[in-house]
Each structure stands twice: as structure tokens, then as C-alpha cells.
């Protein structure tokens, strides 16, 4: 066990334990000069945890307190923030006091240095983490899966009762609610004189379609991202229909019903959902990992002695409030050359489509298409699409159109496309926000708990 104040500036790589202090004593004074809010991270074996530092937050001290087990997940994450640290552009001033140990959980519930956890790494336990540090009277930024299974959602219900009764706030990481496309499509969808109404659509024909494709090799803030061998098992990172699947369900809600406290006992019925394996070479774990070897709690999932199969493809059929919607994910090695993650989505309305495409036309960028969907002339459509857009101009400036096509494209001033990594501080600071004024809106509990239940009972079922 060992507590260390690392500066970050100063901070040689790999190596965890500099120098020894009294960085975590709470005298009056230090609290007297500490920011609002305080961040304990914990365990952080997800690259989200330090993305959720790579800028400096308003209201945030600038210490941070890390408990975690000895091992490269924490060395990665304290690389991580000392890249951030250092690099020559707008650079960070972040202080880490690091704790490492087999009981830095209960350290952590111990010391209570900071007023907010972050926790973004194995699945497993999460659910249980956050359970006992509500339990314990501290706020929790989660990265999702805040839960993998049926067992755990309930748990996860009862930490919200018991996050109200104890006055403080449990909140997941929905990045996707903040990329750009997303939101102008959400934005439009609430235009009637162009989108109409939104259909009810059917098994076949969805009114409602997420696809997101993810890679396991990949690059994070400029380097190749190293993932702990955990990540491909999924009894600690959770299946794919639980994961990522965490990002469709919630923009579905988020866009189709926005504002809308949806009901999971009432509003959501599954028709049907199903799972399969993406399938990796030794030489492949070897890329992304670093390891020369499966670990032991990998061998469940080997097939043909060196074959592992990692259960991270998945796909939902549901209906919400009477909407028929369809999500799916898939997860592929590495990206052909040019392209990377890549999301694709379409909300059909009774006079329009609003599709996202991001394929090799659009070099992989994120693209936002409008199309004519009824019976409509091409003129008053066109004028329609102008009003809507015109109407959005006060809020995004220099947002227009162009016809490509049959559909017109959105154009959407590069200064509104900030990136993935940094929808992480805009999550963080919405979250700081409602810390401030002391309450969230009144769907956002009710609607995370029907996103949950959503994914933990795709998952029940396509077993």
C-alpha cells in the first residue's frame, strides 16, 4: 500500500511512486483553499478517466486523488494526464495524489479527500463501487456501463432511491449527446413543418435505426491505445449489447422523446435481440494488449487453442412508447486506413428523413442528411428546410444546407465539431452544472434507469 503526490509536470513515465507525502491529510486550511468540487478517481482502467481530465474544469480543484491497485491500468492513466500536463498546447496543471493498494476502495470511502467519484474501468465490480460510495455521501460520474446484467440493474435502481435520500448525484457519461451531428438531428426531428411526426415504424422497417461500428486498435489523444487484457473478457467489461449499446438506447430516448420521463415498466418492449462474437488472433491480443499471452480467465472464451472469442457484436429490437427502434454495434480489429469509429443513424418522419452517415463519401466524417419523406412539392420542402434552418441559425451560427443529390446536406461550421474526446469536459461541466443548482431535470434518473433496463434485458434475452 503506498501514497504518493505526484506532480505531473515532473512525472517520469511508467514509474508510480515518487515521493512520499502527506497529501491526503485534510487540515482546515487546505479545505479553505480547495475548489467547489474535489474529483477521487478510482480504479481507472477505461482511457475515458483521463479524458475526463484533459481539459481543467471550472469550479474543479486541481488535485486529484487516485485510488487504484498497483498494475499498468493506473500507470496508463497517470501517463495519460501527464501527456496533458505537458503537451505545448493549452496545457493542463493537473496534481495527482495517487494511493495503490488491495483495499484502495476502502481507502478511498475512508479518506474521502474529494466530494465527487469518477469511475471508469472494470465492469464487474462498478455497480457495487457506486453503490457503496453513494451509500457513503459521495456524488459519482460514472463512464457507462453504470451495469452489465440483470442482477446488477437492480442494485442500480435501488442506488438512485438511495442517492436521493442521501442528497447526492449519480450521473453516466453520454458523450454521444453532445456530437454535433447528433444534436442538429435531434434539433430538426423537433421542426414539424419539415419533420412532420415522427413514425411508428416496424420491425422491418424501423422508425428509429443507431448502428455504431467501434475497433479495438485504435489511437487516443495522438498515441496507440494500450487495453488491459480485461477489456476482451466480457464478465468484466460486459457484452457489446450492454457496452456501447449504452450510447444507442440513450440518444434514441434522447432524441425521439426529448424531456419525456419514459417509463421502463410501462414504455419499453423488447421483440427481440441476439449476440455474436468478434474473433482474435494471439498476434491481435498482442497489438492492443502488449501481453505475449491469454490470461487464465480469458481460456472460457478460446476456441481452436488460440481463437479468442470476444462476445462484443449486438443487436436490439424494441419499441419505445409505441416507436419501433432498432440499435446495433459492432466491433472490428482496426480500422481500414483513412476511417475510425464510425455511427450511423436515421430518424424518419411522415415529411422527412434525418440521416447521419459517415462513410468513406464523407471521409469519414460525420454528416447530417435531410431528405423528402412526403408528398410534399420539392419547392415547399426546400422552403421548409430553409425556415428550419434559418430558425437554428440564432443558436448555431453559420449552420446551412446544400443539395447532394436526391437528399441536402447540413453544413455545420467546423467550430461546433469539438470531437469525442472533448464531449468528455462537456459532459463533466453539464454534470457540474447540475451539482450547482442542486438537482437535475426530472427525466434524466427516471430515463437512465430505462436505458439500463433496456440493455440488461436485451442481454437476458439474447442468451
Known amino acids: 500500500m503506498n501514497i504518493s503526490q505526484i506532480a505531473l509536470p515532473s512525472f517520469i513515465a511508467g514509474t508510480l511512486l515518487l515521493s512520499c507525502s502527506t497529501g491526503q491529510d485534510k487540515s482546515s486550511n487546505d479545505m479553505d483553499t480547495k475548489a467547489p468540487y474535489q474529483l477521487m478517481t478510482v480504479d481507472p482502467g477505461h482511457f475515458h478517466a483521463g479524458l475526463v481530465q484533459k481539459s481543467m474544469l471550472e469550479d474543479v480543484d486541481s488535485t486529484v486523488y487516485v485510488y487504484a491497485p498497483e498494475g499498468p491500468d493506473v500507470e496508463d492513466h497517470l501517463n495519460r494526464v501527464e501527456s496533458y500536463n505537458n503537451r505545448a498546447d493549452d496545457p493542463t496543471h493537473w496534481n495527482e495524489v495517487v494511493y495503490t493498494g488491495p483495499d484502495f476502495f476502502e481507502k478511498m470511502l475512508q479518506d474521502q479527500p474529494g466530494n465527487i467519484m469518477v469511475v471508469a474501468g472494470n465492469n464487474a465490480k462498478k455497480t457495487e463501487y457506486i453503490n ?55 434539433e430538426l426531428s423537433q421542426v414539424p413543418d419539415l419533420f412532420g411526426q415522427l413514425e411508428k415504424g416496424s420491425v422491418e422497417n424501423p422508425a428509429i435505426t443507431k448502428e455504431s461500428v467501434h475497433h479495438f486498435f485504435k489511437y487516443v489523444s495522438g498515441s496507440p491505445l494500450k487495453r488491459p487484457a480485461w477489456f476482451f473478457d466480457v ?8 457496452d456501447i449499446m449504452t450510447h444507442l438506447v440513450d440518444m434514441i430516448q434522447w432524441e425521439a422523446y426529448p424531456e419525456q420521463i419514459i417509463d421502463y415498466e410501462k414504455d419499453i418492449d423488447i421483440q427481440n435481440a441476439r449476440r455474436w462474437a468478434t474473433e482474435l488472433t494471439p498476434s491481435m491480443f498482442k497489438k492492443v494488449t502488449g501481453l505475449e499471452s491469454y490470461p487464465d480467465y480469458l481460456n472460457k472464451d478460446i476456441e481452436n487453442d488460440s481463437i479468442l472469442k470476444v462476445y462484443s457484436n449486438g443487436e436490439i429490437n424494441y419499441t419505445l412508447k409505441g416507436t419501433h427502434a432498432k440499435t446495433s454495434v459492432i466491433w472490428n480489429f482496426v480500422a481500414p486506413e483513412g476511417s475510425a469509429d464510425t455511427h450511423y443513424s436515421i430518424m424518419r418522419g411522415t415529411q422527412a428523413n434525418l440521416i447521419i452517415q459517415q462513410g468513406e463519401k464523407e471521409n469519414f466524417k460525420s454528416t447530417l442528411y ?3 419523406a412526403g408528398d410534399q412539392s420539392d419547392e415547399q420542402f426546400m422552403a421548409d428546410l430553409s425556415k428550419a434552418i434559418e430558425g437554428l441559425q440564432g443558436k448555431y451560427p453559420g449552420l446551412a444546407f446544400e443539395k447532394d443529390g436526391a437528399q441536402f446536406k447540413i453544413i455545420i461550421p467546423d467550430e461546433f465539431k469539438v470531437g469525442h474526446e472533448a464531449h468528455f469536459a462537456q459532459v463533466t461541466n453539464k454534470y457540474l452544472n447540475y451539482l450547482k443548482e442542486g438537482k437535475m431535470p426530472d427525466w434524466e434518473v427516471p430515463n437512465m434507469i430505462a ?10 434475452m439474447s442468451r
Do not use: W
Open 451 to 460: 436505458k439500463y433496463y433496456t440493455t440488461t434485458k436485451a442481454y437476458e
Open 235 to 242: 464478465e468484466q467489461q460486459g457484452e457489446g449489447l450492454v
Open 370 to 372: 435531410v431528405e423528402k
Open 132 to 186: 457503496r460510495a453513494i451509500n457513503a455521501g459521495i456524488n459519482v460520474l460514472a463512464d457507462k456501463p453504470m451495469v452489465i446484467n440483470s442482477e446488477n440493474f437492480n442494485l442500480l435502481k435501488q442506488t438512485f432511491d438511495l442517492a436521493k435520500e442521501k442528497n447526492v448525484m449519480l450521473y453516466d457519461i453520454m458523450t454521444e449527446r453532445h456530437e454535433i451531428t447528433i444534436t442538429i438531428q435531434r
